[in-house]
């Protein structure tokens, strides 16, 4: 087992322990695992690592240790077990657990548009998906929610996965194959635009919201814990919005506290600067209530989940979702 697997296998444990007995000292703060799909660093998880620095985990009377998962579906596999309190993944990531039978619920989107967009480079003469045909177009994984929304912009030009020549090149290829020069465009999060930019590559970005109308990122709580540890949940929830309220109101101050607090990203504030106010433009705006699930836009995606043949069948929106920690 390497060191990775024995310390994911340590914190799930130390959260089951502290889960069946959280007020066995009432002074100290309640000890929670977090799941992320992807290495806490990634600038994806700003509201996280944020609330984090900021202290509004503390104020809450938790203490938060961060665990990476192998991606969304695998967070979601893990917090449905009940080796873990709570994870992070996409807002369709339930469609694909329910699928499968894993008792989760997104319990907050962070965001009201897509995590996803269509960045392409300016001068190669793409107007939006319509232009992607024979085109090669980078994307993290064939088995990743961003493929998923590629999929979803190209119907809406009448194309498929076949007239494209997609390819999967990981975290950090799907940017540097682009920023080469080696792909015409990038399925991507706000964190590969930026990256891809500061390569040295002319970036123009369509929004998936016009083409596809693709989920941002979730919190993952499963049946469970919802019924039986509300209170922890909606901690949770309150504090990592706060962190999200704080890089929508001033992505400045909120890049500064960030690198600070992120080793992996000391002396970067204006990279991180540019990744927050992307996130500010694509993907956080479009919520009546920060953190609501929009019911129509995930029932729009489970339609197309059953359509392209992702999941065999659709799953009840209420299964999917609950807003109630949000209001």
Known sequence: MNHRRRTLHAALALSAAALCAPSALAQQPEQVTYLLPAPAFLPAFGPWMLAQARGYYDKE??????VTAKGGVDVAKQVGAGNAPIGGAIGDTPIIARAQGVPVKAVAVLGGRSLTQLAVHADR??????DLKGRTITTLAYQDTTFYALLGMLATAGLTKNDVNAQAAGPAGVWQLFAAGKADAM???PDWIASARGAGA???IYSSDDYFKSMAQAILASDDMIAKRPELIGKLVRATLRGMQDIMTDPVAAARDYAAAEPQHKGKEAYIEEVFKLYNTYVYPGQKTLGAMDPERLAAVQ??????GIVPKETPLGELYTNQFVK
């Open 303 to 308: 339609r197309f989940y059953v359509k392209e």
């Open 187 to 189: 399925a991507a999060v």
């Open 125 to 130: 003469g793409i107007g939006g998906p319509k």
């Open 61 to 66: 009377g938790l203490k938060l240790t961060f």
């Open 202 to 204: 002319n970036v123009k």
